[in-house]
């Protein structure tokens, strides 16, 4: 079993609307929390990096949350773009280089 | 861009083939990684080097053979891949290797093995 785990697997909205996504993990001892963009056929790109003494981090129309003690974190999108039609991948870490990946949610953004 | 570059984009290659994925990173960083991405899968990291030294080795087979002449190019030297190979190869870079150091990706390799 993945010690992280997404969902949901996939997820379509329409355009302008809000998304939650979810990251539970169970990671531990825990370092840092990342999320990460990944377009269609592209590399990720980091989007919020959050450490434990962090509970929030905003990038833009992304906020993402972060809850150490039920190892629980969510990203937010705020009046989606078409553009925002991406894979969002969380990924936790614990020690140097012990980075443990999520299978990712697939986010369809319709006009 | 992320200022880390991927040739080729796209690979076909025979079970005998051997090739060489290469990663070249414009940012002045000392660490490089090699990562798996299979379809629906979590990324697999496979190598990691710092100060073109290799520092880690997700037990890999042998059939992938890394090589960093330099902090600033990588490569991934491919013999005898089986068909379970086929998927998307990444290569990555940070500053360091500092828990809060971000790695920035490149736009990988799509392999497929026939």
């Known amino acids: 079993k993945n010690q992280v785990e997404q969902s949901p697997q996939s997820l379509i909205i329409l355009e302008g609307k809000n998304c939650t996504l979810q990251c539970n993990y169970t990671v531990s001892p825990f370092s840092n929390l990342r999320w990460y963009k990944q377009d269609t056929g592209r590399g990720p790109v980091s989007l919020t990096i959050?450490?434990?003494?962090?509970n929030t981090k905003s990038n833009g129309r992304y906020t993402a949350t972060l809850d150490a003690d039920t190892k629980q974190s969510s990203l937010h999108i705020t009046a989606s773009q078409l553009s925002d039609s991406a894979s969002y991948i969380c990924v936790v870490s614990a020690i140097l280089h012990d980075m443990r990946f999520g299978a990712g949610t697939r986010l369809t953004v319709k006009p | 861009e992320t200022g880390v570059t991927q040739t080729p984009r796209h690979l076909v290659m025979g079970m005998t083939n051997k090739k060489s994925l290469k990663c070249e990173q414009h940012l002045g960083h000392n660490a490089m990684y090699w990562y798996k991405q299979s379809a629906k899968k979590p990324l697999e990291l496979m190598f990691v080097y710092s100060l073109e030294e290799r520092v880690e080795n997700n037990s890999v087979p042998s059939r992938f053979s890394p090589e960093c002449p330099n902090s600033s190019h990588l490569f991934l030297h491919l013999h005898t891949l089986q068909p379970e190979d086929s998927a998307l190869y990444l290569c990555a870079s940070s500053q360091g290797q500092g828990i809060t150091d971000t790695q920035y990706f490149g736009p990988g390799t799509r392999l497929t093995v026939l």
């Open positions: 959050m450490t434990f003494s962090e």
